[in-house]
């Protein structure tokens, strides 16, 4: 269950391997990868609300946009469900089909909750930043002048 309450929809192998694929985008530096999972939660947040509001103004090209930004999220994440969700809620934009939308809508609306449900979880367990002071580094680049 996620923390909604809702059932899981993304398989446990998806959310186990997001945090290495948002890990190796970020080349496996500790404070890119905080700073990528912040920004990929807000940016899907953000996404997230546009979305409601484009479905609502049956605004197929904002939807599609939309869409294809989160996409964008879930690839870099390697989330192939969110991905292939997206393919087909995209392509019912494309072609201005909203019995389809409305109806692939809300399974969309739960994955890419619990996708960034599991975004939260990694960025709450990464490592905090680490800031060492300068006055302590004793690098041989550091007595540079």
């Known amino acids: ?11 446990r192998a998806e959310r186990e391997a997001m945090g290495a694929a948002v890990a190796n985008a970020a080349r496996d ?9 912040a920004r990929l939660i807000e940016t899907n947040e953000a996404d997230m609300a546009n979305l409601q509001r484009t479905v609502a ?13 989160i996409k964008g999220s879930a690839a870099l994440s390697r989330c192939p469900t969110l991905v ?3 393919k087909s809620l995209e392509s019912a934009a494309r072609q201005g089909k909203p019995a389809v939308i409305d109806a692939l809508l809300p399974r969309y ?5 619990e ?15 680490c800031h060492p ?3 302590e580094d004793t690098s041989p680049s550091s007595h540079i002048q």
Do not use: C, E, K, S
Not at 57 to 69: A, E, F, K, L, P
Not at 115 to 129: S, T
């Open 1 to 11: 269950m996620t923390r909604a309450g809702a059932r899981r929809v993304l398989p």
């Open 29 to 37: 530096d500790p404070v890119l990868y905080r700073m990528l999972l």
């Open 57 to 69: 103004m049956r605004d197929w090209t904002g939807v599609q946009r939309t869409v294809h930004r």
């Open 84 to 86: 292939a969700a997206g």
């Open 109 to 113: 609306v739960a994955i890419v909750t």
């Open 115 to 129: 996708f960034n449900d599991a975004l939260i979880a990694l960025q709450a367990a990464a490592p905090a930043a």
């Open 133 to 135: 002071d300068p006055a």
